[in-house]
């Protein structure tokens, strides 16, 4: 089969037997180096999804294709489950971390930013899960597991490299302050719901490369957001695929939840880190750390402000803590 990069066009010829059936394998492009998805032939009896995408069919196949393409290190996600039991054993969670040399070289990196406060004083992982603590430890692998996946280019959604990853820090951080101020149990839950809240658009964004120019002109003639698009075109958002990669990683409901909704919290039966990913995704916009032309055409929903109990004074506050710990970390 021909495949082409849906960011430099570059065309391939692979051979159709080298992907398993029923799977889909990604593989860098030899001149931008950006991921091609390339799916392999239906399972016997499966269809072949329709051009446009018949829902159902297209939302499965994305489905296997996070479980078999793993987005972030499986060690980060073992980390992160343990990091949230009742009983956790630092020593084991410290070997853990160093299992990997490249997350450990990211923890060591990040706990000695501005914004963990350890500068310098930290060399090993054992120091750092004493200087940070349970919750600073849990922020920092999944900061330092994402960094990578969150931080390429997406050409088909039009985000260039880094556009993603800043948005998803600013996300993390105002979702943090937001749950400080309302139930500080579940900060460090809302910092990762809020790092991965968009992690959905990677899964995306090879189909919508695929329709691009469809994509394109909806949203140019009628007025109308990506996640719009996505509806029309696919059926379901980014929002909801991202929630399905939170389940696959066994992370806690609430969190899939909560990520599940973060573009229409109403509709979340009043779930509060739902409305505090949600603000927190307005705030990044506010300040202009978004990505695309679409931006002016989020609105906030209109009871977000009253349940979280905000005045219009306190967004700004909080945006101005939010650029000051995006600075602080130094991950841009
Ligand atoms: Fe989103
Ligand atoms: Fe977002």
């Not at 940070?132 to 920092?140: A, F, M, T, W, Y």
Request: with cysteine; charged share 20%; net charge negative.
């Amino acid at each position: 089969m021909q495949v082409e990069c849906s960011s430099c066009k570059t065309r391939y010829r692979v051979n159709d037997d080298s992907i398993p059936a029923g799977k889909a394998v990604r593989l860098a492009c030899k001149t931008c180096k950006l991921p091609i998805l390339i799916e392999g032939k239906p399972l016997k009896g499966e269809d072949e999804p329709p051009p446009n995408g018949d829902s159902a069919t297209l939302k499965a196949k994305i489905t296997k294709s996070i479980k078999d393409l793993p987005l972030i290190p499986q060690v980060v996600v073992e980390i992160q489950n343990q990091l949230s039991q009742m009983n956790v054993n630092m020593q084991q969670v410290a070997k853990m971390i160093e299992t990997d040399p490249g997350i450990t070289s990211k923890v060591l990196r990040i706990a000695n930013s501005a914004y963990y406060g350890a500068s310098g004083r930290t060399s090993t992982i054992m120091q750092a899960c004493v200087i940070l603590g349970l919750r600073g430890l849990s922020e920092v692998v999944i900061l330092a597991g994402s960094e990578k996946v969150l931080s390429g280019k997406l050409p088909g959604y039009g985000y260039d490299a880094g556009d993603l990853w800043k948005h998803s820090l600013a996300v993390a951080f105002g979702s943090k302050i937001l749950a400080n101020l309302r139930d500080p149990g579940i900060s460090s839950a809302a910092h990762t719901a809020g790092l991965l809240h968009d992690i959905g658009r990677i899964i995306l964004d090879p189909y919508i490369g695929e329709r691009k120019a469809q994509i394109r002109e909806y949203m140019e003639t009628r007025q109308k957001t990506f996640l719009d698009a996505e509806i029309e075109h696919f059926g379901f958002s980014h929002a909801e695929v991202a929630a399905e990669v939170c389940q696959a990683w066994k992370f806690p409901d609430f969190m899939s939840k909560a990520i599940h909704w973060h573009h229409n919290p109403g509709g979340s039966n009043g779930d509060l880190l739902s409305y505090i990913l949600h603000m927190a995704d307005h705030i990044a916009l506010m300040g202009g750390v978004g990505y695309d032309d679409d931006d002016i055409l989020n609105e906030v929903q209109k009871d977000a402000m009253s349940y979280l109990q905000l005045k219009q004074s306190d967004l700004s506050e909080i945006l101005m803590k939010v650029m000051e710990s995006v600075n602080q970390i130094g991950m841009s």
